[in-house]
């Protein structure tokens, strides 16, 4: 199974500011990788598919990127909406893990 | 606008049975493929199951395997999951989600989310 090593646990940051979230995978994915967004009594939100590719609807301040084992999730500058529970997901073959979460919260 | 809508959660004891259904409009549901994530209270998400739009592939998380089983009838527009030999841990918030599609990873929309309580 792959493990999704996701840091920090929590980010503590004002708006405005930029965020930079981590997930390291303990094997290569390639670019199969999904991040999403969660708020309290609400289901996921997917952001970003594939790595680097913005789900409709989603903020061009959101982006993704890397390949292989270590990938990214950048939120250029933070609106109070943002702050939130972040996931990142893999897929191999339809198999599927969750990374632990990285809390995102308001400084 | 696609929507999926859960039911058939509840309280159940443990060791018993329980049926989730999903049921899908607002896009062609037999050409995507569907899956079950849950999340126990208070924790992240957690992967369950995944099922091709034709039915004809299953995969299960190790978790599960053997004592869930996910289904699928095109003509209803419904997923499903039954769940046997329910044990304490297997208590969270189960949500439908659809797959984007075949070639990307992410699932783009989920369902509200219904919870499943096993306990004595």
């Known amino acids: 199974e792959i493990v999704l090593t996701q840091s920090p646990a929590t980010l503590s940051l004002s708006p405005g500011e930029r965020a930079t979230l981590s997930c390291k995978a303990s094997q290569s994915v390639r670019s199969y990788l999904a991040w999403y967004q969660q708020k309290p009594g609400q289901a996921p939100r997917l952001l970003i598919y594939?790595?680097?590719k913005r789900a409709t609807g989603i903020p061009a301040r959101f982006s993704g990127s890397g390949s292989g084992t270590d990938f990214t999730l950048t939120i250029s500058s933070l609106e109070p909406e943002d702050f939130a529970v972040y996931y990142c997901?893999?897929?191999?073959?339809?198999?599927?893990?969750f990374g632990q979460g990285t809390r995102l919260e308001i400084k | 606008e696609v929507h999926l809508v859960e039911s058939g959660g509840g309280l159940v004891q443990p060791g018993g049975s329980l049926r989730l259904s999903c049921a899908a409009s607002g896009f062609t549901f037999s050409d995507y493929e569907m899956n079950w994530v849950r999340q126990a209270p208070g924790k992240g998400l957690e992967w369950v199951s995944y099922?091709?739009?034709?039915?004809?592939?299953?995969y299960y998380a190790d978790s599960v395997k053997g004592r869930f089983t996910i289904s699928r009838d095109n003509a209803k527009n419904s997923l499903y999951l039954q769940m046997n030999r329910l044990r304490a841990v297997d208590t969270a918030v189960y949500y439908c989600a659809r797959e984007v599609n075949t070639a990307v990873a992410g699932l783009d929309y989920w369902g509200q989310g219904n919870l499943v309580t096993v306990s004595s």
């Open positions: 997901q893999q897929r191999t073959n339809w198999l599927k893990t």
């Open positions: 099922i091709s739009s034709s039915g004809s592939t299953i």
């Open positions: 594939d790595a680097s």
